[in-house]
């Protein structure tokens, strides 16, 4: 079964301030791996996502994530926080029958 | 781009009562949609696995009967609410299906809160 794991359930930043929000996955196939924006009270923007093409994944809004295999990570970052990047980012790892799994979720903070 | 709608956006009933939530591809069709519900401060958890012209797939520990999943066309599936009771209440989340050039990806909805009384 498959499944990710997102390290930290709050991240608190200052504006400017690198952005780094942490995920490993478990999958027992190449996995699909994918970063969703969630803003109160609305359903999940994508990111960005790898599907076993280029390792490193450039998304929307200035994030990027690196697929590192040896060490069943995808993390998320962004060299420089903005206040408007305050919100809920999910994790999510999904095989090629789309079966979605999404971790538990880390609440970004900005601070001005 | 793929948009998917959800209606209504919020919904607020009387226990014991049934609430119906529709999905909608709006631009794409769909032979499979996905429903997930969300608690507060919690992750999305897979309910159900909805396909158009056939019976839905279920998770473990959903009730079928009480949720109800209708995938009657491509572009619209429904979860019916049955007999709802307070611990109904969640943010509920559909995502549609889009194949392009050989891959898919999810698209969601932007949610239903359901608030039962």
């Known amino acids: 079964a498959q499944s990710v794991t997102q390290l930290g359930s709050h991240v608190s930043v200052s504006e400017g301030a690198l952005v780094l929000l942490r995920c490993n996955y478990s999958?027992?196939?190449?996995?699909?791996l994918f970063w969703y924006v969630q803003y109160p009270n609305q359903g999940l923007q994508l990111l960005l996502k790898?599907?076993?093409?280029?390792?490193l994944v450039k998304g929307i809004n200035g994030f990027e994530a690196e697929f590192k295999k040896s060490e069943t990570s995808f993390h998320l970052t962004k060299p420089s926080a903005h206040m408007s990047d305050a919100a809920e980012y999910f994790c999510a790892v999904s095989d090629k029958n789309n079966d979605m799994r999404f971790g538990a979720g880390t609440r970004l903070t900005v601070k001005p | 781009g793929a948009v998917v709608s959800q209606h209504p956006s919020w919904v607020i009933c009387k226990s014991g009562t049934s609430v119906k939530i529709e999905c909608r591809s709006l631009d794409f069709q769909a032979t499979t949609m996905f429903w997930y519900r969300q608690f507060p401060k919690q992750s999305l958890m897979l309910m159900a696995t909805s396909n158009e012209g056939s019976k839905a797939t279920y998770e473990q520990g959903v009730e079928k009967d009480k949720f109800l999943i209708n995938h009657a066309s491509l572009t619209l599936s429904t979860l019916t609410v049955t007999s709802a009771h307070p611990e109904d209440s969640s943010f509920y989340i559909c995502?549609?299906?889009?194949?392009?050039?050989?891959?898919?990806?999810?698209?969601f909805g932007p949610g239903t809160r359901l608030t039962v009384t």
């Open positions: 995502s549609a299906l889009r194949g392009l050039a050989g891959s898919y990806e999810q698209y």
């Open positions: 790898y599907t076993s093409a280029a390792t």
């Open positions: 999958s027992s196939v190449p996995p699909y």
